[in-house]
């Protein structure tokens, strides 16, 4: 089945600078990747997604990248703020499979 | 509109009691997963409902677990004989199409704790 690995697990960044989080993922299948963001307590909320005929999609601060050879998406989010605080995760499904595999997780922490 | 919504948000049962958790999709969603997510972790997928049809229950971790969707709207996740390892935080979630791939959206989840 799907694997879906996330780097790094924790990110510590001043307000303004830009963050970036990886993902990698092994079926070659996949061709749907959402990014959501769960602050403590709450749902996941979707904040951006790629689909594969796309190299790269862009909302405001936020944008995604997507390599389907070397089958990693990365989430780059610049001029960051103290409410972008949260634990990020990618995920993978395809079309046939539906379910979406998450990642691990990146907590990142936006330091005013 | 309204979004997914899920109860109870919390519940604390005894090892070995059953219980049942609830699921409202947003409405006219044909899709409704189940995921468990662990403290600290990404969820995992349970099981998956198109209508009311459950066409993927590849997650279950035991035959203990049962979910239903008896007229394609809202859903229930059953645990019986409840273990300490069930505990986590189960999250509903629903998507507009049954075909194509379109955005899931989460409900808030329950909560359970199993002493």
């Known amino acids: 089945g799907e694997n879906v690995e996330q780097h790094p697990s924790t990110l510590s960044v001043q307000e303004g600078d830009s963050a970036v989080i990886k993902c990698t993922y092994s079926?070659?299948?996949?061709?749907?990747f959402p990014w959501y963001k769960q602050e403590l307590g709450k749902r996941p909320q979707l904040i951006i997604d790629?689909?594969?005929?796309?190299g790269e999609k862009k909302d405001q601060r936020i944008a995604v990248t997507l390599n389907k050879t070397a089958k990693h998406f990365s989430l780059h989010i610049t001029e960051t703020q103290p409410e972008d605080s949260a634990v990020y995760f990618c995920?993978?499904?395809?079309?046939?499979?539906?379910?979406?595999?998450f990642g691990s997780g990146t907590r990142l922490q936006v330091q005013p | 509109g309204a979004g997914v919504s899920q109860s109870p948000r919390y519940k604390v049962a005894k090892r070995g009691q059953d219980v049942a958790l609830r699921c409202d999709p947003i409405?006219?969603?044909?899709?409704l997963f189940w995921y468990q997510q662990a403290l600290g972790q990404g969820p995992e997928f349970l099981t998956y409902?198109?209508?009311?049809?459950?066409?993927?229950k590849s997650g279950l971790p035991s035959d203990r677990f049962f979910a239903e969707r008896p007229e394609g709207s809202v859903s229930t996740l059953k645990i019986q004989r409840t273990q300490q390892e069930d505990s986590a935080v189960y999250l509903c979630?629903?998507?507009?199409?049954?075909?194509?791939?379109?955005?899931?959206?989460f409900g808030p989840g329950t909560r359970l704790t199993v002493t």
């Open positions: 979630a629903s998507s507009l199409s049954g075909r194509d791939l379109y955005e899931q959206y």
């Open positions: 995920a993978a499904t395809d079309t046939g499979r539906r379910a979406l595999t």
């Open positions: 409902f198109q209508n009311e049809a459950q066409l993927d």
């Open positions: 079926d070659s299948a996949s061709n749907y």
């Open positions: 409405s006219g969603h044909v899709s």
């Open positions: 790629i689909r594969s005929n796309v």
